[in-house]
Structures are given as structure tokens and as C-alpha cells.
């Protein structure tokens, strides 16, 4: 099974530093949408079922691998991935860090538990539409607009209202597909990423995301890149956002595709 080729030079460069010398690679995964299929009800989603086995192969083969993370790390295990050795999950964009069985997490924030307790006024008084779902992260809360009649209307009318609630609890908000998430500011996953590369020296970074919360992981390869890190950046595509794409040396059809480029990457290295 062949990999395609990255569209840039340095994209194209990394591929063959991580074909090349995979052990100590680091690999880096966003969750929903990348390895798991965007679903309307967020508590139900689960690792696309070829991908586990995939990783398991690269984690034997050396590559590190990591999952950078809106949701809590033990979610993500959880969905699919508690077999892959050597994982490590950053939850909430890196706030929390699931690995070996094991969760480090900071003190609950205090904006966050305010939020969450004027949320429902919040959306009343802001007519939000039948459908409007709050997802509560326990480090975050989440607004999901995808179950209602017109998902993107909602989105851009709530976007405000929710903005003045982040602003007065001390937060920020996180804008996804279809999703506003509050959460305590300070940290993304650049940050998150940075900070698994800075435990090790890896011979190259590989990041795969798809959303806008990505986008701050997708600067960071970047500026790897420019300090000497071969970094290669795979957007895992999707109609409903196009910001990553125009900016990744490679693009795959959603988790699917995800499975399909990762099997490549172990039979290339596996040989």
C-alpha cells in the first residue's frame, strides 16, 4: 500500500525522514473528525475501527503516538484506543494527560462551573432552536448547534451570546464543526504539542487534524519546521471545514482516509 505524495518540499521531506526512521517519530491525532467519525450525539463517538490496528503496528514499529484533544483523555481511550502501547492522550487542548493508565489533570476552574450554571438562562433568553445540545467536558462546556434545523444560523447567532458569557467567566471560546466550546483560557494544542516534542528529539512530527482547534498545532509543526523538525501536516478532510486544507501538504477523506494514509505509512516502514 503506497502513501501519496505531500504537495510541499518540506512535507515531502518529512515523509522521508519518517519512512526512514520511524522509531522516536512522533505522531500526533486530533480526535473527533480525524480519528473518529463526527457524530451527532458527542458521547457516542468511536475510533474509526481500522484505525487501532494501525496504530498498534506503528507504536511497534517505533513511532510515538500521540492524541491532542478537546475532550477528556479518558474519553478517547475509552473510544477505542486502550490496546495502542505507549499512547499518550492530551485532553483539553493539553490541561490533562491520560498515559499508562494514569490521569494528571489541575484543579477544577472555577469559570467553567459558573458557565455551566448559566448556560440554560443563557440559551433561553438567546432562543437558541430545538436541538441545542450542551456537552459538559467537565474541564469545559460545549454548545452543539448540529442537531438543529439550520446547524450554521445557530451557530453564528449564539456565537455572540456566548462570547460576553466566556469574556465575563474568564474563558475563551473554542469554535469547532458546529460546536462552541467555553474552557479556561491559556493552552491549545500547539502548546500540547510543543510540549511532547520537548520531552523527546523526534525525528520527524506527523499532525493530522481537521477543525479550527487544530489550527494552533498545525503553526507549531510549522514553526518545527523553520528550527529544523521535519514536520509533515494531513488534514482529514470534510465539507464543513476548509481552513486546514489549504494548508496541509496532505489531505484524506475524513477517518476513513486517516486509516488508509496510517496503514500506508506501517506497510512502507514495516516493509
Same mark, same amino acid.
Given at each position: 500500500?503506497?502513501?501519496?505524495?505531500?504537495?510541499?518540499?518540506?512535507?515531502?521531506?518529512?515523509?522521508?525522514?519518517?519512512?526512514?526512521?520511524?522509531?522516536?517519530?512522533?505522531?500526533?491525532?486530533?480526535?473527533?473528525?480525524?480519528?473518529?467519525?463526527?457524530?451527532?450525539?458527542?458521547?457516542?463517538?468511536?475510533?474509526?475501527?481500522?484505525?487501532?490496528?494501525?496504530?498498534?503496528?506503528?507504536?511497534?514499529?517505533?513511532?510515538?503516538?500521540?492524541?491532542?484533544?478537546?475532550?477528556?483523555?479518558?474519553?478517547?481511550?475509552?473510544?477505542?484506543?486502550?490496546?495502542?502501547?505507549?499512547?499518550?492522550?492530551?485532553?483539553?487542548?493539553?490541561?490533562?494527560?491520560?498515559?499508562?493508565?494514569?490521569?494528571?489533570?489541575?484543579?477544577?476552574?472555577?469559570?467553567? *462551573?459558573? @458557565?455551566?450554571?448559566? +448556560?440554560?438562562?443563557? %440559551? &433561553?433568553?438567546? $432562543?437558541?432552536?430545538? =436541538?441545542?445540545? /450542551? !456537552?459538559?467536558?467537565?474541564?469545559?462546556?460545549?454548545?452543539?448547534?448540529?442537531?438543529?434545523?439550520?446547524? *450554521?444560523? @445557530?451557530?453564528?447567532? +449564539?456565537?455572540?451570546? %456566548? &462570547?460576553?458569557? $466566556?469574556?465575563?467567566? =474568564?474563558?475563551? /471560546? !473554542?469554535?469547532?464543526?458546529?460546536?462552541?466550546?467555553?474552557?479556561?483560557?491559556?493552552?491549545?494544542?500547539?502548546?500540547?504539542?510543543?510540549?511532547?516534542?520537548?520531552?523527546?528529539?523526534?525525528?520527524?512530527?506527523?499532525?493530522? =487534524?481537521?477543525?479550527?482547534?487544530?489550527?494552533?498545532?498545525?503553526?507549531?509543526?510549522?514553526?518545527?519546521?523553520?528550527?529544523?523538525?521535519?514536520?509533515?501536516?494531513?488534514?482529514?478532510?470534510?465539507?464543513?471545514?476548509?481552513?486546514?486544507?489549504?494548508?496541509?501538504?496532505?489531505?484524506?477523506?475524513?477517518?476513513?482516509?486517516?486509516?488508509?494514509?496510517?496503514?500506508?505509512?506501517?506497510?512502507?516502514?514495516?516493509?
Amino acid at each position: 500500500m503506497s502513501v501519496p505524495s505531500p504537495t510541499s518540499e518540506a512535507g515531502r521531506a518529512a515523509l522521508t525522514v519518517l519512512l526512514r526512521s520511524p522509531r522516536g517519530a512522533l505522531l500526533g491525532l486530533d480526535f473527533d473528525g480525524t480519528l473518529a467519525p463526527i457524530v451527532d450525539e458527542p458521547d457516542q463517538a468511536r475510533v474509526h475501527p481500522d484505525i487501532p490496528p494501525v496504530l498498534v503496528k506503528l507504536a511497534a514499529l517505533g513511532v510515538r503516538v500521540a492524541v491532542v484533544t478537546g475532550r477528556p483523555p479518558a474519553f478517547a481511550v475509552g473510544a477505542g484506543l486502550a490496546d495502542v502501547p505507549g499512547l499518550v492522550v492530551l485532553g483539553h487542548y493539553g490541561a490533562e494527560r491520560w498515559e499508562g493508565g494514569i490521569v494528571s489533570q489541575p484543579d477544577p476552574d472555577e469559570g467553567v *462551573a459558573e @458557565a455551566r450554571h448559566r +448556560l440554560p438562562a443563557l %440559551l &433561553a433568553d438567546a $432562543a437558541a432552536p430545538e =436541538g441545542t445540545y /450542551v !456537552e459538559d467536558k467537565g474541564r469545559a462546556v460545549a454548545v452543539h448547534t448540529r442537531r438543529t434545523a439550520d446547524p *450554521a444560523g @445557530a451557530f453564528d447567532a +449564539l456565537r455572540g451570546p %456566548l &462570547a460576553r458569557l $466566556a469574556e465575563q467567566t =474568564g474563558l475563551v /471560546v !473554542e469554535p469547532g464543526r458546529y460546536v462552541l466550546e467555553l474552557r479556561p483560557a491559556g493552552g491549545d494544542k500547539g502548546d500540547a504539542l510543543r510540549a511532547l516534542v520537548a520531552e523527546s528529539t523526534p525525528s520527524a512530527v506527523m499532525f493530522v =487534524g481537521d477543525d479550527l482547534g487544530d489550527l494552533p498545532a498545525f503553526a507549531a509543526v510549522e514553526q518545527l519546521r523553520a528550527d529544523g523538525v521535519p514536520g509533515l501536516l494531513v488534514c482529514s478532510g470534510s465539507t464543513e471545514v476548509s481552513a486546514l486544507a489549504g494548508i496541509a501538504d496532505l489531505v484524506v477523506d475524513g477517518p476513513e482516509g486517516v486509516a488508509v494514509l496510517l496503514q500506508g505509512l506501517a506497510s512502507a516502514i514495516g516493509g
